[in-house]
Antibody
Framework: QVQLKESGPGLVQPSQTLSLTCTVS????????VHWVRQHSGKSLEWMGR???????SYNSAFTSRLSISRDTSKSQVFLKMNSLQTEDTGTYYC??????WGQGVMVTVSS | DVVMTQTPPSLSVAIGQSVSISCKSS???????????LHWLLQSSGRSPKRLIY???NLDSGVPDRFSGTGSQKDFTLKISRVEAKDLGVYYC?????????FGSGTKLEIK
């Protein structure tokens, strides 16, 4: 059974760095890509980036150089790090595989 | 970026009726391998999105055949026949042909 689960802090201060973890089970990170997607409250979905099965990464240029995605295959985890957070980065962050399988999401609020 | 334009933004339908949702892309979604990577997702209230249809017309496992997808190039349609109460939520089209991956703005389906 494929599962993805996001974890991380619910509150981050402006200008600080967001660190999220996606822990997967039921499949191997060396066989499938994992995406990170953000959703502002009541809004559509925004693709942030992707960890490919071979370890390569792709990013949405909208996040310029703020975003970094990495992984630890031994722990079946994919990591998201985004720096210089602003209030507009408040939202729910999801990890997903193939758009078929999604985590439950983690709500992040950027506020002092 | 490929812009995905969904219409209508909302729909109110009686149980048992049929509805169609349109999704138009700003570029052709035919990839170099000849396949079209246009997908349909449903996000029920308070839940994560889930994929219903992949590559225009292929139903995911467990999705009833009341759902169907058609289209080509830049013009796509999701049809729901004999709408049931459990179909309510926000429907998104999504393309994975071009980077960055993008989503439509969503169509909210409400039951009369």
């Amino acid at each position: 059974q494929v599962q993805l689960k996001e974890s991380g802090p619910g509150l981050v201060q402006p200008s600080q760095t967001l660190s999220l973890t996606c822990t997967v089970s039921g499949f191997s990170l060396t066989s499938y890509s994992v995406h990170w997607v953000r959703q502002h409250s009541g809004k559509s979905l925004e693709w942030m980036g992707r960890m490919w099965s071979d370890g390569d990464t792709s990013y949405n240029s909208a996040f310029t150089s703020r975003l970094s995605i990495s992984r630890d295959t031994s722990k079946s985890q994919v990591f998201l790090k985004m720096n210089s957070l602003q209030t507009e980065d408040t939202g729910t962050y999801y990890c997903a595989r193939n758009w078929r399988d999604w985590g439950q999401g983690v709500m992040v609020t950027v506020s002092s | 970026d490929v812009v995905m334009t969904q219409t209508p933004p909302s729909l109110s339908v009686a149980i048992g009726q049929s509805v169609s949702i349109s999704c138009k892309s700003s570029q052709s979604l035919v990839y170099s391998d000849g396949k079209t990577y246009l997908h349909w997702l449903l996000q029920s209230s308070g839940r994560s999105p889930k994929r219903l249809i992949y590559q225009v017309s292929n139903l995911d496992s467990g999705v009833p055949d009341r759902f169907s997808g058609t289209g080509s190039q830049k013009d796509f349609t999701l049809k729901i026949s004999r709408v049931e109460a459990k179909d309510l939520g926000v429907y998104y089209c999504a393309q994975t042909t071009h980077f960055p991956l993008t989503f439509g703005s969503g169509t909210k389906l409400e039951i009369k």
